[in-house]
């Protein structure tokens, strides 16, 4: 490959990478920075426990979407099964820097307990915290509306919200995780703003204190969150029933096609492995269930986010097996 296809293809592989990702690790690289130079300047422990929220998600999701650029490779000789779950050791490594920053955002809330300090420039903070929830909100939009193109759900207007978290778990790794860290960030934003309101219009100092340690603990709880979808997918996991539904009446479009006698479908990063057993219409000649079989497998790979498909075919045996109600362990 010459110099010239290879920038083509790094520049394929960018178009492809994450875009909820990539926005959000721009935005939240902003927003750190104002953040921890407010915090510097005002003393504000929860104005401190949001940068430090900002910029871990920064780092994760520039991680995130670098594993994303990566994950689109095409298969080679070494690596035939594609480069699906490397996205998902790229969001293992954002799980670490986000526990990370939570170790240290707790400490602090716990130590301005201990030593509660008053903070200043009010107006500062003020206007900064309603820029985080403004920029978090706005990633935090842009990723239910990426969950919904990935689920292939129709959606609109306020309906978008609740749709977003029924479908979360059919979104693709790195936006699962700008979803879950935004949503954090945003109520993480909440919390610091009413704090910074109730230490400057009250003597309740302490609640700086208390609304770092939350801010730290809502950073764990993303950190499991994702630490968990990502193992799971490491490890290797089934589609989403309604994904195997799909594949399966993809499958039942052709006519020859009688029963299913087995079916996987695997889900790796964004994309779907199938590999199943068809049942054909007796008394049909090799070639033609040749011609069949092709016929199933090129139908299913129409299907973008399907990437790879392993299609065998034996003769009707006249039990009915396919049954997507059944429980799958």
Partial sequence: MNADESKTSFKELLKKGNT???????????V?????????????????????HSTADAVNQAFVFAGSVLSEKKPTRRFPTGFGRVINLFCMVAVIVVTVMAYETIREGFHLLSHPSESHGFWLNLAILLLSIAVDGFVLIKAMKEIMHEARVEAKGAAVIPAAFRNVGRAAPPTRLVFYEDLVATTGAFLALIAVVVTS?????????????????LMIAVAFRVGYDNMVGLIGVSAPPEVEEKVAKIIFSNANVTDIYQLRVMQEGRYYHVDGLIELKPGLTLADA????????????????????????????????????????
């Fill in 290 to 329: 040749d011609d069949i079989k092709f016929k199933v497998r090129d139908s299913l790979l129409q299907d973008r986010d399907i990437a790879d498909v392993t299609i065998g075919i034996i003769e009707d045996n006249g039990v009915r097996d396919w049954n997507p109600s059944a429980d799958k362990l």
């Fill in 32 to 52: 750190a920075i104002v953040k921890g130079v407010a915090a510097g300047f005002t003393g504000s422990g929860a104005m401190f426990a949001s940068a430090m």
């Fill in 201 to 217: 219009l009250t003597s309740f100092t302490l609640l700086d204190g208390i609304s770092t340690i939350l801010i730290g603990f």
């Fill in 20 to 30: 909820s990702s990539a926005l959000a690790a721009i935005g939240n690289t902003g």
